[in-house]
């Protein structure tokens, strides 16, 4: 039905910056909301940054000032700019998309996730 495709990962120095893209394919008419999480070993995933199609975003405390979340509607895209990273910040970041209208299907609340894509910060 729908596929989230996440890249832009790797291996990034203390201080350094990353930008992650996310893109979804398929049979998509629109895409309420997209969102990023991430999940470090031995904890639960959470929340770092999501924007719903109007363009009200939403951040995690923690990464507030330093990660821009962005997405391009028409190419059912979204983006995560990551700057200033820090160690604590290591994790698997995932996509979501949640709220997908799909062709020729009726409406029903819905939930993808991406396969997730690794962000390592080294000191």
């Known amino acids: 039905q729908v596929q989230l495709v996440e890249s832009g990962g790797g291996l990034v120095q203390a201080g350094g910056s990353l930008r992650l893209s996310c893109a979804a394919s398929?049979?998509?008419?629109?895409?309420?909301?997209m969102g990023w999480y991430r999940q470090a070993p031995g904890k639960q995933r959470e929340l770092v940054a999501t924007?719903?199609?109007?363009?009200?975003?939403n951040y995690a405390d923690s990464v507030k000032g330093r990660f821009t979340i962005s997405r391009d509607n028409a190419k059912n895209t979204a983006f995560l700019q990551m700057n200033s990273l820090k160690r604590e910040d290591t994790a698997g970041y995932y996509c979501?998309?949640?709220?997908?209208?799909?062709?020729?299907?009726?409406?029903?609340?819905?939930?993808?996730w991406g396969q997730g894509t690794q962000v390592t910060v080294s000191s």
């Open positions: 398929g049979s998509i008419l629109s895409i309420n909301a």
């Open positions: 979501n998309a949640a709220g997908v209208r799909l062709s020729g299907r009726p409406w029903q609340p819905n939930d993808y």
């Open positions: 924007i719903t199609s109007t363009g009200n975003i």
